[in-house]
């Protein structure tokens, strides 16, 4: 049974930080990718970002330069620091984890950004 734990939401002012952290437990094997994506109100769930077992990443446009992912394989735990944030950048956050050929979901943690 694989399951993806989130924190680190909250409220904050444009321009500031947050930091959210999914740690996975379960039957969690080295090679795997794991990420965020997010979904804000009446839009579809998108990718912010993903990162591999290797350290390989991958980032939407919208994010790049602000959002850094990041990981650590010996605790299945990924992390994703946000600064500059900005108002469009509100919305539920998804940790991902992909896991031989199956996909796994967090429950989700909201990210509000005020202007």
């Known amino acids: 049974q694989v399951q993806l734990v989130e924190s680190g939401g909250g409220l904050v002012q444009a321009g500031g930080s947050l930091r959210l952290s999914c740690a996975a437990s379960?039957?969690?094997?080295?090679?795997?990718?794991m990420g965020w994506y997010r979904q804000a109100p009446g839009k579809q769930r998108e990718l912010v970002a993903i990162i591999a077992s290797t350290g390989s990443t991958n980032c939407a446009d919208s994010v790049k330069g602000r959002f850094t992912i990041s990981r650590d394989n010996p605790k299945n735990t990924v992390l994703l620091q946000m600064n500059s944030l900005k108002p469009e950048d509100t919305a539920v956050y998804y940790c991902?984890?992909?896991?031989?050929?199956?996909?796994?979901w967090g429950q989700g943690t909201q990210v509000t950004v005020s202007s």
């Open positions: 379960g039957s969690i094997f080295s090679s795997n990718v």
């Open positions: 991902y984890l992909l896991l031989l050929g199956r996909s796994y």
